[in-house]
């Protein structure tokens, strides 16, 4: 059986989908499947069981014999959450007690860690396992998952293998029940499609032009795609970054949107709200280099196809 934690939710359940694809059946969903709107991720899906994520450590205690892998991407994802009791206790502590039975088991285990981490950038995006204690995050979810970063660094007892893996800026099916956290290729579909327009963040920093801040913005396909070649490739253990390795501006996103639906780009620029403009990021490039290292070989989809590809669905 292979495991996925956050089964209904956007990465998760696109994972799973890609699992039954390659003729995986027997995976054991794990979330809190009290929300119709994330259940409607997993239709279609073949799972052999559901498990509420409050009932899951008892139920590994009597069916761990039977796990062959974990992929632990259940989080409160959050990044406007300041309350840190709540997120120390889902993203952090929750993580480690995943961690200790897989290592109890012997268990092989893939979590999610997050781009979030990197705060800033005054380190840059290089997933440099002597980097995490040094990292500043912007918001409290940033800091509780750095904060599990460095703890697993430091345990003596690790699982056989694991990957813990620094999510850039994924977008694509699935997403729709995440509201505001939702990424930006969702909002501007949303608001072509009401308004025939696009609004996007002024600039503030006098090195970037309205809307030329860049991100990595990386397509949900791509991430479940390494996911899935880590669970065939257990050999070096560690962090890994997970976006592009090409920053591309909201300006670019922007007009792939529009071209994906055959419109003219209509793009006004608003003043970046207060509350947020302190620590709002202007540039985010992930260093692929780690993973290529390991052998992972694929390309990944370039802005215009996976927003074109997302668009269609979108439409369907």
Request: hydrophobic content about 35%.
């Amino acid at each position: 059986m292979i495991v996925v934690t956050g089964a209904a939710g956007f990465i998760g359940s696109q994972l799973v989908h890609k699992l039954n694809r390659e003729g995986f059946n027997a995976i054991v969903g794990v979330d809190e499947f009290n929300r119709e709107d994330k259940n409607r991720n997993l239709e279609g899906a073949k799972l052999s069981a559901r498990i509420e994520r409050s009932e899951f450590f008892g139920w590994l205690e009597l069916n761990h014999e039977e796990v062959e892998f974990i992929f632990h991407l259940g989080a409160r994802t959050d990044t406007t959450e300041f309350d840190r009791k709540l997120l120390w206790r889902l993203n952090t502590d929750y993580t480690k007690e995943v961690w200790k039975r897989c290592v109890q088991y012997q268990l092989p285990l893939v979590y999610a860690s997050s781009a979030a981490t990197y705060g800033m950038g005054e380190h840059g995006y290089v997933d440099d396992e002597n980097l995490p204690p040094k990292l500043k995050p912007l918001n409290p979810y940033g800091e509780s998952k750095n904060a599990f970063d460095i703890w697993t660094l430091q345990q003596d007892k690790k699982p056989f293998f694991w990957a813990g893996l620094k999510f850039f800026n994924v977008y694509g099916p699935g997403e729709y029940h995440k509201g505001r956290m939702a990424s930006v290729i969702w909002h501007a579909y949303n608001q072509i499609k009401a308004s025939g327009r696009m609004k996007l963040f002024r600039s503030h920093h006098p090195d970037f032009k309205d809307g030329e801040q860049q991100r990595d913005f990386i397509y949900v396909e791509d991430v479940v795609k390494v996911c899935y070649w880590l669970m065939h490739h257990r050999q070096q253990s560690g962090l890994y970054n997970l976006g592009t390795g090409q920053a591309r501006s909201f300006n670019d996103l922007a007009r792939a949107v529009f071209t994906s639906l055959g419109k003219e780009p209509q793009i006004e620029y608003i003043d970046t709200p207060i509350d947020i403009r302190d620590k709002y990021q202007y540039f985010t490039e992930a260093d692929m280099t780690k993973l290529r290292s390991i052998g992972y070989q694929a390309p990944f989809t370039s802005l215009e196809d996976g927003v074109r590809e997302y668009v269609e669905k979108l439409e369907d």
